[in-house]
């Protein structure tokens, strides 16, 4: 089983432009998550899903979207990317919300 | 929502026993405390979670007092591998995914010296 995976693992953009992170999950997890963590700072939630076909926001939605794809998929979407959004991202999957499994993260600057 | 607090970091050496706590004196009656570890540019671990007493697996014990508004994660014998943030989380593991106990807040940074 390869747990939790995303890409891409680095990505630079410049303000204004569009991207979508993927995350997958072969754990068959109902449960999935966006985070975002800052230098020198704990995780912050973006969005979840609680299952396939649902998402809710989480602390911090504003400037991104969200699709649960399928059960093993759920993507994170900026639409017009800008500098305060450049962060470490990490995508989560879980049964229950806690006890989560974590992907490595993908590393967003923008420029 | 169950807030915690926890030290901002702890500094402790190889083969000691460390324990950190972590205050959450608004815990609910379903909320379960879990921790989670984690290494610089890696996503945070599941470590340990428990609900009252204590609970023990091969990598920590975590004690919980009776009225359960604090708790004590306990890192027997560390070594510098140790070396990482410790997150304490409060919420109700039976709500299957809602964001309920999804507050990691900034962690204990744990340094462990040879």
């Known amino acids: 089983n390869a747990g939790v995976t995303q890409t891409p693992k680095f990505q630079v953009l410049k303000t204004g432009q569009s991207m979508t992170l993927q995350c997958a999950q072969d754990?068959?997890?109902?449960?999935m998550y966006w985070y975002r963590q800052d230098p020198g700072m704990g995780l912050r939630l973006i969005y979840y899903?609680?299952?396939?076909?649902?998402?809710d926001k989480g602390e911090v939605p504003n400037g991104y979207n969200v699709s649960r794809l399928n059960k093993r998929e759920f993507s994170l979407r900026l639409e017009s990317a800008a500098p305060s959004q450049t962060s470490v991202y990490f995508c989560?999957?879980?049964?229950?919300?806690?006890?989560?499994?974590f992907g490595p993260g993908t590393r967003l600057t923008v420029l | 929502l169950a807030k915690t607090t926890q030290p901002i970091s702890m500094d402790s050496y190889e083969g000691q026993e460390v324990n950190i706590t972590c205050s959450h004196n608004?815990?609910?009656?379903?909320?379960?405390i879990t921790w989670y570890q984690q290494f610089p540019s890696q996503g945070p671990r599941f470590i340990i979670q428990?609900?009252?007493t204590k609970v023990t697996n091969e990598v920590a014990s975590l004690f919980i007092p009776a009225d359960r508004k604090s708790s004590t994660l306990s890192l027997p014998r560390v070594s510098l591998s140790d070396t990482a943030v410790y997150y304490c989380?409060?919420?109700?593991?039976?709500?299957?995914?809602?964001?309920?106990?999804?507050?990691f807040g900034k962690g204990t940074h744990l340094i462990i010296q040879p």
């Open positions: 989560a999957s879980s049964w229950a919300s806690n006890e989560q499994f």
């Open positions: 754990m068959n997890h109902n449960s």
């Open positions: 899903s609680a299952s396939e076909g649902t998402t």
């Open positions: 608004n815990i609910a009656t379903n909320d379960y």
């Open positions: 428990g609900y009252k």
């Open positions: 989380l409060v919420g109700d593991g039976r709500t299957g995914g809602g964001a309920d106990g999804l507050t």
